[in-house]
């Protein structure tokens, strides 16, 4: 069997990075296919041992699916027996314990981190066991690693190559740089709360023979807006971290059949229906507020203007914002950065690029000072 994809010169160039270094830090945009660099490092050397360690069960399952089809061997659900070669996929919260020694005597020999960034951004809140990934650098077994992601930070690209250096004491390379795909539009709406139903509706009119999403920040939100599609008479469900796992896979394989279809749909999503969650008819994202992180906004857009067979497409993403949407309560004080992006007068594609390429974003100001002029 040979490999399916053909490598543009940038994934060719990765590969022989992680190739030639121990340790490959890797950052590229959102849907540049970053995750065909591990499958077909794997791919060549039947009988490895590769762990991968992925966010979200939707997209472990696709990462699982994608790997089956290359006939490698994965495991999910039941650790592999000794010395058995695949790839075995898990969660970050799986590496403790029983399963953190049965990864220990598998002795893998390649470790894969999928959206490196969480290490970060969840690590450091809600989902500490992203901070144990680490530890799995320290395995004598484990001689190679590869840290994928499209938003994680220079500041943090360094502090990781320090962190791996440390542990390994080998040799860590840093490759690529933010940047958003070319043909996706971005556009930032000044539109108070008060009438985004009526934006939305007629801007879902313009976009009706495409599919697309709409991002809201809350469960609730999502549920409540998808009502008001419906009644309008847009085909659309809502995705959310609160469904059921077999809402969630059903949902998945309605989208997985609709790419076969030319039926328009919208998915109406918090951000649980984020990273690496590929499908590649989706044409157009509205943010139907200001997210909470710049992380979680680019996440957002990144799900729209994939490319499909290798030809990319014309995209486009809407970030609705006004300043009340800043007042409504104090804990939005964590969208400080998001609100000194909405009000820059900078290309809002080229002031996301810069930030993540380590240059502040312009009206920077701390999150006191922001509290001082948004109080209640």
């Not at 590969?15 to 995750?35: P, Q, R, V, Y």
């Not at 490196?116 to 969840?122: G, K, L, N, T, Y």
């Not at 933010?178 to 108070?192: G, Q, T």
């Not at 985004?196 to 609730?220: H, K, P």
Request: glycine content about 6%; charged content about 20%; aromatic content about 12%.
């Amino acid at each position: 069997m040979q490999f399916p994809y053909f490598l543009r010169p940038d994934q060719a160039d990765a590969l022989h990075e992680l190739i030639e270094n121990d340790h490959l830090i890797f950052i590229a945009a959102t849907g540049s296919g970053k995750s065909i660099l591990f499958q077909k490092y794997v791919f060549d050397r039947p009988g490895i041992r590769a762990v991968l360690i992925s966010p979200l069960n939707a997209l472990s399952r696709q990462q699982g699916e994608r790997f089956k089809k290359l006939g490698i061997k994965v495991f999910q659900h039941e650790p592999p027996a000794s010395g058995e070669a695949g790839v075995w996929i898990m969660s970050p919260e799986k590496v403790q314990g029983r399963v953190f020694e049965q990864l220990r005597s598998w002795n893998p020999e390649f470790l894969i981190v999928d959206e490196a960034h969480c290490v970060w951004e969840w690590g450091q809140r809600f989902r500490p066991a992203y901070r144990r990934i680490l530890q799995l650098v320290e395995f004598p077994s484990i001689r190679k690693s590869l840290w994928c992601s499209a938003t994680l930070p220079q500041a943090s690209q360094k502090e990781l190559g320090m962190h791996l250096k440390t542990l390994s004491r080998n040799q860590v390379k840093r490759l690529g740089r933010f940047s958003l795909p070319r043909h996706l539009v971005l556009r930032l709406e000044k539109i108070p709360p008060e009438v985004r139903l009526e934006w939305l509706r007629n801007t879902l009119g313009l976009y009706a023979d495409q599919s697309g999403m709409v991002f809201c920040n809350t469960r609730a939100s999502a549920v409540s807006l998808q009502k008001h599609l419906n009644f309008w008479g847009i085909r659309s469900f809502f995705y959310h971290a609160g469904i059921s796992i077999e809402e969630k896979l059903n949902l998945e394989k309605l989208l997985l059949s609709h790419a076969h279809s030319k039926e328009p749909i919208v998915v109406v999503a918090t951000s649980a229906f984020g990273m690496g969650m590929d499908y590649d008819f989706f044409r157009f994202c509205i943010l139907f507020e200001p997210p909470f992180t710049i992380l979680s906004l680019v996440q957002a857009i990144g799900r729209v203007g994939r490319s499909k067979g290798g030809v990319s497409q014309m995209a486009r993403a809407h970030v609705l914002w006004h300043p009340d949407d800043f007042v409504r309560n104090r804990e939005w004080v964590d969208q400080t950065e998001v609100h000194q992006w909405c009000r820059s007068n900078e290309n809002p594609s080229i002031s996301l690029e810069n930030y993540f390429n380590g240059v502040p974003l312009s009206g920077s100001m701390g999150a006191d000072e922001f509290a001082r002029n948004h109080s209640i």
